[in-house]
């Protein structure tokens, strides 16, 4: 049974330099990797079961007629759609580029040759 439709999705931007680490960090967490590449790694965390005032309000309507089935079927129906799936991404806007510029040694560039016309 999936309800992907129903999923909780968070997106963390981190560094290049903390990439790695927060994925580990969100591991001890409770998370769990489902994919990764070099800039974008997908974890996911299944749902609870049920509030205690969502519970409450379940077994005051239907705990006579249903002996309790009715907090169960509340708690399996929680479980599996308020799952949450956080995408950790490498911010690219962080990554600074070389401001050297590139040197060409001229005596080694043969000149271009230009047209007659």
């Not at 800039?39 to 996911?44: G, R």
């Not at 079961?49 to 907090?71: D, R």
Request: glycine share 6%; charged share 20%; proline share 4%.
């Amino acid at each position: 049974m999936r309800f992907d439709s129903l999923t909780n999705i968070n997106v963390k931007r981190v560094p290049a330099a903390r990439f790695q680490q927060e994925i580990e960090d969100n591991q001890v967490s409770g998370w769990s990797l489902k994919s990764q590449n070099d800039n974008v790694a997908i974890m996911t965390k299944p749902g609870g079961w049920g509030s205690l005032g969502g519970h409450l309000i379940v077994a005051l309507l239907t705990a006579w007629w249903t002996f309790f089935i009715g907090n169960v079927l509340y708690a399996v129906y929680v479980h599996f759609t308020s799952n949450s799936e956080l995408h950790i991404k490498v911010d690219l806007s962080t990554v600074k580029a070389d401001p050297s510029p590139v040197r060409v040694n001229s005596s080694t560039v043969e000149p271009t040759e230009q047209k007659k016309e």
